[in-house]
T-cell receptor
Framework: DTAVSQTPKYLVTQMGNDKSIKCEQNLGHDTMYWYKQDSKKFLKIMFS???????INETVPNRFSPKSPDKAHLNLHINSLELGDSAVYFCASGQTETQYFGPGTRLLVL | DQQVKQNSPSLSVQEGRISILNCDYTNSMFDYFLWYKKYPAEGPTFLISISSIKDKNEDGRFTVFLNKSAKHLSLHIVPSQPGDSAVYFCAANDGSARQLTFGSGTQLTVLP
């Protein structure tokens, strides 16, 4: 019955690899988001999708690409992983003012 | 360029006393402010919000105060309970940007 779920919870991988993080929401929201929590603990918006359209695309490297197969899913694909990509990635859904977050995916790039 | 700042990374309070968490912002276009609460290994959960047309919003033990002239908001929790121990994030929105800008969080520890 989890409202916003993410898989995997933990991801350890080598530099240069390509990986994906999946996100699903069962709240019926039109908009989903991806955030990165960096080493300084700030939560920074990366992307949001509204009805399959990318509506916000912050200045993130183009190695990061969001993919939304349907309204309930927003996956994050990362190419050529770098050490600096190590962080916690949170998926969220809902309206701008009230967002529901997933539990996070802790990515460690070695 | 951090537009939302939480200058206290941690705060310890005795159970039953008041907890006051502070947040400052620099963008005068922000018109909506929120507090999120985060437990370890979980995502942030919405706690309380306030519009810039108000200076106070109360929900049970939680009250948020907004001082627009000082670009400052605070979250008061009274009485504090051990279950309130968590990281609290301040966030702001300027309406047009359709995104939230978060602070770095304050770890609140309520001691029994």
């Amino acid at each position: 019955d989890t409202a916003v779920s993410q898989t995997p919870k933990y991801l350890v991988t080598q530099m240069g690899n390509d990986k994906s993080i999946k996100c699903e929401q069962n709240l019926g929201h039109d908009t989903m988001y991806w955030y990165k929590q960096d080493s300084k603990k700030f939560l920074k918006i990366m992307f949001s999708y509204n009805n399959k359209e990318l509506i916000i695309n912050e200045t993130v490297p183009n190695r990061f690409s969001p993919k939304s197969p349907d309204k309930a899913h927003l996956n994050l694909h990362i190419n050529s992983l770098e050490l600096g990509d190590s962080a916690v990635y949170f998926c969220a859904s809902g309206q701008t003012e009230t967002q529901y977050f997933g539990p996070g995916t802790r990515l460690l790039v070695l | 360029d951090q537009q939302v700042k939480q200058n206290s990374p941690s705060l310890s309070v005795q159970e039953g006393r008041i907890s006051i968490l502070n947040c400052d912002y620099t963008n005068s276009m922000f018109d909506y402010f929120l507090w999120y609460k985060k437990y370890p290994a979980e995502g942030p959960t919405f706690l309380i919000s306030i519009s810039s047309i108000k200076d106070k919003n109360e929900d049970g033990r939680f009250t948020v105060f907004l001082n627009k002239s000082a670009k400052h908001l605070s979250l008061h929790i009274v009485p504090s309970q051990p279950g309130d121990s968590a990281v609290y994030f301040c966030a702001a929105n300027d309406g047009s940007a359709r995104q939230l800008t978060f602070g770095s969080g304050t770890q609140l520890t309520v001691l029994p």
